[in-house]
């Protein structure tokens, strides 16, 4: 990868889009640190910070903390994320929409509405924001001169607080644009690879400089952490990589004076077909309990019958309790089928083979290929996403160990999520780059 890197630098045209690339997350990390004005977060920690497994931790993550500490990238890639897959999904139930995406025109028709929609989402999660700042006081009550924002004044204050992050959001999806257009890789992955990494230089020092503050044994159990995740990293390499090839066999046809097919191919199938996506929907659902928790504890009356259900009911869904390892192990297995089920679809697979002359060996073409077909998809499923929960998993894990042992010193800061993210975007990236210097190195029929 690094030697990948150094070659492209070496190329004058690939040398100029890594730097604008390079800029643009740098506007990007300049954008996380830009106070939005009226919001006054006291707390030395900063919102969703405090790994109790809210909907405000997994924001604060895909951020790089600009959502804890109130600044204009607060809400970050999120609304485009969403928008982009409220338009996947319904593409599939509307037919107009699915109709879309076939043409290159549709595509960018598609591409606008997602920007449309994002904005939607980006008020809505605007306005939920503010309210949240407001109900837990940090928000400046007084102006300059000490008078009290009241009325037109709280109002005013609202709409600039909610018109800021509104634009932040817009302004973040404009850079990630820019960096498809004129850069290398994806843009909108390569702003969250930027905001994750911003996140390192904590858990270097956790497992780096802790250990001498504190003692011997935290020097053991941090070269464990170290050296499981370099075996978890090394782990989502090979699970990225990894797929399930169908054989198919083409019959030989004769078109004029020519012969095609007869030869030998297969079906490639990644083991992890879904990505992240089943982590980020059971992490985002098993967010919400907690998170209407922050909201309504000062309202809840543990002495009643009803005040201890619901604590009891709130305490199920905190990330070291074994009720929650359960309910997300369930989430992501029940995601990655229903992921799958969208991407791939095994009758129109068969129908493809069959209208190529193609078939599988030793199965009929038409239903039973197609059985086949959905039979296999259904075990690699299965397969993908026990892969994906030991990721997923291994943080909380991790983090309940060293707690009961005392060691919450050493808590990693940093989810199975955003390893995957970390490892998917460098490998998608660095293969980005390959394909671009293969071009510029073919010498062509003319040579």
């Not at 990505?275 to 909201?295: E, K």
């Not at 309202?299 to 070291?320: A, R």
């Amino acid at each position: 990868m690094i030697k990948t890197i150094i070659n492209a630098w070496k190329i004058a045209d690939l040398r100029k889009k890594m730097i604008y690339t390079l800029f643009i997350l740098f506007l990007f990390r300049l954008g996380c640190a830009i106070p939005v004005p009226f919001v006054n977060i006291l707390a030395e920690n900063g919102l969703g910070t405090n790994g109790g497994g809210t909907f405000l931790d997994y924001l604060s993550m895909m951020t790089g903390d600009a959502f804890s500490y109130g600044r204009l990238f607060a809400l970050g890639v999120t609304p485009y994320i969403n928008a982009s897959i409220i338009l996947q999904l319904l593409a599939v139930a509307i037919p107009a929409l699915e109709k879309l995406s076939h043409d290159e025109d549709g595509r960018k028709k598609m591409a606008t509405i997602t920007r449309y929609v994002t904005i939607g989402l980006a008020v809505m999660q605007g306005v939920a924001y503010y309210v949240y700042l407001w109900s837990q006081g940090n928000m400046l009550t007084t102006d300059a001169s000490g008078n009290a924002y009241t009325g037109f004044g709280a109002f005013f204050q609202g709409l600039v607080i909610v018109s800021c992050l509104t634009a932040g959001s817009a302004l973040v999806m404009w850079l990630g644009e820019q960096i498809n257009d004129k850069g290398i890789g994806n843009g909108i992955s390569l702003i969250l690879f930027a905001g994750i990494v911003s996140r390192l230089p904590t858990i270097i020092y956790q497992l780096l400089v802790i250990p001498f503050q504190k003692g011997s044994w935290y020097h053991l159990v941090s070269a464990i952490a170290i050296i499981s995740l370099v075996l978890m990293l090394a782990y989502i390499v090979w699970m990225d990589g990894a797929e399930r090839r169908i054989p198919v066999q083409y019959a030989k046809r004769v078109v004029g004076r020519k012969m095609y097919g007869g030869q030998n191919s297969n079906i490639p199938i990644k083991v992890n077909m879904s990505g992240v996506l089943p982590v980020i929907f059971a992490s985002s659902i098993l967010s919400l309990p907690p998170t209407i928790q922050m909201f309504v504890a000062n309202k809840i009356d543990e002495t009643t019958g009803w005040g201890k259900f619901w604590d009891t009911f709130f305490s199920w869904f905190k990330s070291d309790n074994w009720v929650y390892g359960i309910i997300y192990f369930l989430l992501i297995i029940f995601f990655a089928y229903f992921y799958a089920s969208i991407q791939y679809n095994p009758v129109e697979m068969a129908n493809n083979l069959a209208k190529n002359s193609g078939m599988i060996p030793g199965i009929r073409s038409g239903k039973p290929t197609a059985e086949y077909i959905a039979k296999v998809i259904s075990k690699i499923v299965l397969l993908g996403a026990l892969m994906l929960s030991v990721v997923a998993l291994y943080p909380i894990l991790f983090s309940q160990v060293t707690t009961a042992l005392d060691f919450q010193d050493l808590n990693l800061n940093i989810g199975g999520t955003s390893l995957i993210i970390l490892v998917g975007v460098a490998l998608e990236t660095v293969q980005q780059i390959e394909s671009q210097m293969m071009m510029r190195h073919y010498k062509g029929f003319l040579d």
